[in-house]
């Protein structure tokens, strides 16, 4: 009758094991994509598109959203050290929708052409978001020199930068004189 006891309680203290690894797996999985969806919603921006990589973490996911100046991508890679709207950015990657780049452009917020836009300080990603359609319209007015060849632009964020996803600005046609 012991051994029934203590085999009893083994059982029961292994399914509470079990019951509460997966509660906390479930709890812990969507932190992150919870995290950026809900900084979009409260910056009042539509979401019109998600995305997840599920695996047995979550390893990428993204939104596009749209904000009064137009639509934006923001994606979050896995090994990227930007990962939540508390997350401490120093740059973003940016990559021109429609434009033939085969990888995403870097620009720091410390650059010379950053502080050309005289955009507001941006420290964390949900700075970033906070003051987004300021940056568009800035992007979309001043795009960022292309990388030079002897600085090809990166492919992945693995910096604490965050990958931004933005139209690509009008095509300027110089006539000739």
Same mark, same amino acid.
Request: hydrophobic share 40%; no cysteine; net charge positive.
């Given at each position: 009758?012991?051994?029934?006891? /203590?085999?009893?309680?083994?059982?029961?203290?292994?399914?509470?094991?079990? +019951? +509460?690894?997966? +509660?906390?797996?479930?709890?812990?999985?969507?932190?992150?994509?919870?995290?950026?969806?809900?900084?979009?919603?409260?910056?009042?921006?539509?979401?019109?598109?998600?995305?997840?990589?599920?695996?047995?973490?979550?390893?990428? $996911?993204?939104?596009?959203?749209? !904000?009064?100046?137009? #639509?934006? =991508?923001? *994606?979050?890679? *896995?090994? @990227? *050290?930007?990962? /939540?709207?508390? #997350?401490?950015? !120093?740059?973003?990657?940016?990559? $021109?929708?429609?434009?033939?780049?085969?990888?995403?452009? %870097?620009?720091?917020?410390? @650059? *010379?052409?950053?502080?050309?836009?005289?955009?507001?300080?941006?420290?964390?990603?949900? #700075?970033?978001?906070?003051?987004?359609?300021?940056?568009?319209? =800035?992007?979309?007015?001043?795009?960022? %020199? @292309? %990388?030079?060849?002897?600085? %090809?632009?990166?492919? $992945?964020?693995?910096?604490?930068?965050?990958?931004?996803?933005?139209?690509?600005?009008?095509? /300027?046609?110089?006539?000739?004189?």
């Amino acid at each position: 009758m012991n051994v029934a006891k /203590t085999l009893g309680y083994t059982l029961l203290i292994f399914v509470i094991l079990i +019951g +509460g690894l997966i +509660g906390w797996y479930r709890l812990t999985y969507n932190r992150q994509f919870n995290a950026l969806r809900g900084a979009l919603e409260q910056n009042r921006y539509e979401i019109i598109d998600q995305w997840r990589h599920e695996d047995i973490s979550l390893e990428d $996911f993204g939104f596009t959203a749209r !904000t009064q100046v137009g #639509d934006f =991508a923001i *994606d979050i890679l *896995d090994g @990227s *050290d930007v990962r /939540t709207p508390a #997350d401490r950015i !120093t740059g973003i990657y940016i990559r $021109f929708a429609g434009k033939k780049m085969p990888a995403a452009q %870097p620009v720091a917020f410390d @650059s *010379d052409y950053w502080r050309s836009l005289h955009l507001p300080k941006m420290e964390t990603l949900a #700075d970033l978001l906070k003051h987004m359609p300021q940056t568009l319209a =800035a992007l979309r007015t001043s795009p960022p %020199p @292309s %990388p030079s060849p002897g600085n %090809p632009s990166m492919n $992945f964020p693995y910096k604490p930068y965050a990958l931004l996803k933005i139209p690509a600005p009008p095509a /300027t046609s110089i006539s000739p004189r």
